[in-house]
């Protein structure tokens, strides 16, 4: 019978490819007031190295074209930081709606008003976890990575904000 058993539960994985779980809070705090649900992408290799890639061609673009305003004012490479993360974020979040192969919802989720967020059967891997929102009338970036090796849940905590 044990065998019989053993034969059945390989028959059905097979096929099937290994998945997990990732789980999280992305972390404010109680005095700041999140404006709207917070958007949390995950990125598989590919779209991470797409979003640096992205990102680092952006920034020196904005280097080479403000770097005088930068020696004057230093504070104003933040807000061009700022800016350029969000743009390669935008960019990834259009290239990954376009790709046919995945589905695209599966790796787009909100928070609930508390900040938690999960995304179910995602294939073993490395990914990258942007979590994009405004507190007050600033919009924040989250980043955090994460390797999934294992269907047993990984439990997050987003607090490491992009400048």
């Known amino acids: 019978m044990n065998a019989l058993l053993v034969a059945a539960v390989l ?3 097979q096929g099937t490819e290994p998945t997990g ?5 992305v972390v404010f705090s109680a005095s700041q007031k999140i404006s709207s ?3 949390v992408i995950l990125l598989s290799q590919r779209y991470s190295d797409l979003w640096s890639s992205d990102l680092q061609k952006r920034l020196d673009v904005y280097w080479e074209r403000y770097k005088p305003a930068f020696a004057r004012q230093k504070e104003f490479f933040f807000e061009v930081s700022k800016q350029a993360h969000r743009e390669a974020t935008n960019y990834v979040i259009t290239r990954m709606r376009r ?3 995945g589905n695209f ?9 508390d ?6 059967n995602v294939p073993y891997g490395e990914y990258k976890i942007l979590a994009v929102g405004k ?7 989250w980043q955090e990575a994460v390797d999934v090796r294992s269907p047993i849940p990984q439990f997050l905590e987003l607090n490491k904000r992009i400048p």
Do not use: R
């Open 21 to 25: 779980i990732i789980a999280g809070t």
């Open 37 to 39: 649900p917070v958007q």
């Open 11 to 13: 028959f059905l994985g």
């Open 115 to 120: 900040g938690k967020f999960e995304f179910k």
């Open 99 to 101: 790709d046919t192969a």
């Open 105 to 113: 919802s599966n790796y787009l989720k909100e928070t609930t008003p």
């Open 135 to 141: 507190i007050g009338d600033q919009e924040v970036i």
